[in-house]
């Protein structure tokens, strides 16, 4: 057991560093090859954020581990939203750009539909849902980027970007995208082995190990930003990434897993004789979604109430699994 946490931990720390490796050795070759930079932003830089919640969820479904596979695409919005959003909220509510919701808004709750309809009908994901979830992934780049150069303040998140795109060497590039590429195969690896060895000790669904604990390991990175970007007085950060980082958990995360190998909604837990997930897990991902989205595209203000009842959410949420 102490074996499995301690691979477990070493799996998120691989994942977070894996992460930033990736993007920068990504961007830096991006930026040599004279990309534009909406390109890279919508892409390179997208991709690569959200390539630790493809990797764990892709090898929890090659290993036949739907528990995982599932638990982790839908915690991770749950995550996103009631928590790594909500924090900065409560600090420091204010103003959204309406224009920047919409899209990405409108893609989730279109995603999020289809994915409960077939959820609260057949409860099984075919080969061919997944295929339809990355082509919709592919046609949401092209209109974001198309978007964006139509209107190009779209694009901007209304804080200052610290960071500074540094003069590497191209085989420096190359080797940290190979290395961040390894790093966060490896630790999606050890992620899936030891949270399902974790999930056996403990006695509870590796279900609740996806949606609770590789949920959060896989949100880190977004979690440490929201942070820092409080600390250093940034304030608010951009609502868009994080919806559109709940998008790409659908048909990116979710369409690579389903593609890879199709599976069924897990029946770990049962409510009143129905599946949990569809009584508890999909209901407070539209709920919290909804509380987030709605109220900033309707007045284009987000209030701290907001951010107080989505952290209570999560509290609850992350609560009820480990006890029910």
Same mark, same amino acid.
């Given at each position: ?212 604990? $590789? ?5 880190? !990175?977004? @979690?440490? =930003? ?6 250093? %007085?940034?304030? #608010? +950060? ?49 709920? $919290? ?5 709605? !109220?900033? @595209?309707? =007045? ?6 907001? %951010?107080?009842? #989505? +952290? ?13």
């Amino acid at each position: 057991m102490v074996v499995a946490v301690l691979l477990f931990l070493v799996g998120f720390v691989l994942l977070i560093k894996g992460g930033d490796w990736f993007v920068d050795g990504s961007v830096g070759i991006a930026h040599r090859f004279h990309l534009p930079e909406l390109l890279i932003g919508a892409t390179v830089v997208s991709i690569g954020t959200t390539l630790p919640e493809v990797m764990v969820s892709s090898q929890a479904a090659m290993q036949g581990n739907a528990g995982i596979s599932y638990g982790n695409a839908i915690g991770s919005i749950i995550c996103n939203t009631s928590l790594i959003a909500a924090i900065p909220i409560v600090f420091k509510p204010g103003l959204v750009n309406k224009k920047s919701l919409t899209l990405p808004t409108a893609f989730f709750f279109a995603a999020a539909i289809s994915y409960c309809i077939i959820a609260y009908t057949s409860g099984r994901f075919t080969r061919l849902m997944g295929v339809c979830y990355l082509i919709v992934f592919i046609c949401y780049l092209i209109i974001s980027v198309m978007q964006m150069k139509k209107n190009p303040e779209l694009a901007e998140n209304g804080e200052d970007d610290d960071t500074e795109q540094k003069d590497r060497p191209f085989w420096q590039e190359v080797v940290l995208l190979v290395i961040g590429a390894a790093a966060i195969a490896l630790g999606a690896n050890f992620l899936v082995d030891n949270g399902t060895k974790i999930a056996e000790a403990l006695g509870v669904p590796s279900s609740v190990i996806g949606l609770t604990m $590789v949920a959060l390991g896989t949100s880190l !990175p977004e @979690l440490i =930003t929201a942070i820092q970007s409080l600390l250093k %007085g940034h304030g #608010l +950060l951009s609502l868009g990434n994080v919806i559109g980082a709940n998008l790409f958990n659908i048909i990116l995360v979710s369409g690579a897993a389903i593609t890879i190998s199709p599976f069924a909604i897990p029946a770990e837990k049962v409510i009143a004789g129905m599946n949990s997930s569809l009584v508890i897990d999909i209901p407070v991902m539209l709920g $919290v979604m909804s509380i987030l989205c709605f !109220p900033a @595209l309707a =007045t284009g203000k987000l209030k701290r109430w907001q %951010g107080i009842l #989505l +952290l209570c959410i999560y509290v609850v949420f992350t609560g009820y699994q480990f006890v029910s």
